[in-house]
């Protein structure tokens, strides 16, 4: 099993930035891909971003390119969500997953093994 654990969410004014962070632990030998999704009221949960533990193969979603940066520090099983220039559109409770096989893209929450309990990211305007 792997536990995935998901921190540094809190209240922030548009144009600012923020860096999540999604720490691993247990069988961290066995992730193949980390990813990061939100889940705004009223909407359906969304990609967000992924990367893939081995090869640092990053994909973003259309909605957060250029303002995301998604990257791992392989040593402390630590991979981070670093968001520029937020808007009060990017309000949501983000989740980290990881996927412990290749299957897909992973783009869609089916594609992953194990979640945290989220973080809430709420940016005024």
């Known amino acids: 099993q792997v536990q995935v654990a998901e921190s540094g969410g809190r209240l922030v004014q548009a144009g600012d930035s923020l860096r999540l962070s999604c720490a691993a632990s247990?069988?961290?030998?066995?992730?193949?891909?980390v990813g990061w999704f939100r889940h705004a009221p009223g909407k359906e949960r969304e990609f967000v971003a992924t990367?893939?533990?081995?090869?640092?193969?990053?994909d973003y979603a259309d909605s957060v390119k250029g303002r995301v940066t998604i990257f791992r520090d392989n040593a402390k099983n630590t991979v981070y969500l670093q968001m520029n220039n937020l808007k009060p559109e990017d309000t949501a409770v983000y989740y980290c997953?990881?996927?412990?096989?290749?299957?897909?893209?992973?783009?869609?929450?089916?594609?992953?093994?194990?979640w945290g309990q989220g973080t809430q990211v709420t940016v005024s305007s």
């Open positions: 990367i893939t533990w081995g090869s640092g193969r990053t």
């Open positions: 247990g069988r961290t030998f066995t992730i193949y891909n």
């Open positions: 997953a990881v996927g412990l096989f290749v299957v897909g893209d992973g783009r869609f929450a089916s594609q992953y093994n194990y």
